[in-house]
């Protein structure tokens, strides 16, 4: 810029970061997430939303100044409630085939693969494929990605929904129904939460169709600008060693 010194220049970029500031926390913005350990979920000891996204989304919220608080909700709930409105950021979102065009993309945050499971003690179920639901109950969460996918691929009669993913976890284990699908993060993590063993679930096949990252996402309607300056802070927490820290952290 012709004519402006050095000291002018920082001041210039000071103003311009404070009207930035003062836009974004203008802007009323929501954040809100399913109970999935070890994701997301209510520290049973303190009542407080607790979990590796939680921990990078309050690092993220930190970096850009803002004082925004984490709500753990019902799945249906944020679904119904949530969706339709801008500027709320959701998490873990995940990003694949089926979900591309639902959210506006900040950034991933961790992998995840989908496996259906049985009960060590079910020898009798057998799922070598898709098609075998045809044969079994499969428990999911209502309206979640699984609940998706499985129902655009003709299996709405063999679900059976539940409405979090604790609920989900009881039922299966208590014989409720024949097969889950589960992240075995999830499973590994949530399971023990519950009084539940995670042993006594075994993999049967994975369902590859629904791999890819957990993001973090807003609602659709939430503008260019606000994506872009919560995909620059959650790089930079990216890059940085709180972030390595958390996956060490949660055994990740």
Request: glycine share 8%.
């Amino acid at each position: 810029m012709p004519g402006v010194n050095g000291r002018a220049m920082r001041v210039l970029l000071a103003l311009a970061l404070t009207v930035f500031s003062a836009n974004l926390c203008a802007t009323q913005i929501g954040v809100y997430a399913p109970e999935e350990a070890p994701y997301q979920y209510i520290e049973a000891s303190t009542g407080q939303p607790s979990g590796m996204a939680v921990e990078v989304v309050q690092l993220v919220l930190r970096e850009l100044g803002l004082d925004v608080p984490v709500n753990i909700e019902p799945w249906p709930r944020i679904q119904k409630t949530r969706l339709a409105q801008p500027n709320n950021l959701i998490f873990t979102a995940y990003r694949n085939q089926d979900t591309e065009t639902q959210y506006r993309w900040v950034g991933a945050i961790v992998p995840f693969r989908i496996y259906l499971y049985r009960l060590k003690t079910r020898k009798d179920v057998h799922v070598a494929g898709l098609a075998d639901l045809k044969r079994y109950k499969v428990g999911v969460v209502t309206n979640g990605g699984r609940f998706s996918y499985l129902t655009k691929h003709g299996f709405a009669a063999n679900l059976e929904p539940a409405k979090n993913d604790e609920l989900n976890l009881r039922k299966f284990f208590a014989g409720r129904f024949d097969v889950l699908a589960e992240d075995p993060t999830m499973l590994q993590h949530a399971a023990p939460r519950y009084g539940l063993d995670p042993a006594q679930a075994e993999k049967l096949h994975e369902l590859t169709d629904l791999a890819g990252e957990g993001y973090l996402a807003f609602t659709l309607g939430t503008s260019d600008a606000l994506v872009a300056q919560f995909a620059k802070a959650l790089d930079k927490v990216k890059a940085g060693k709180a972030y390595r820290e958390l996956f060490l952290k949660y055994g990740l």
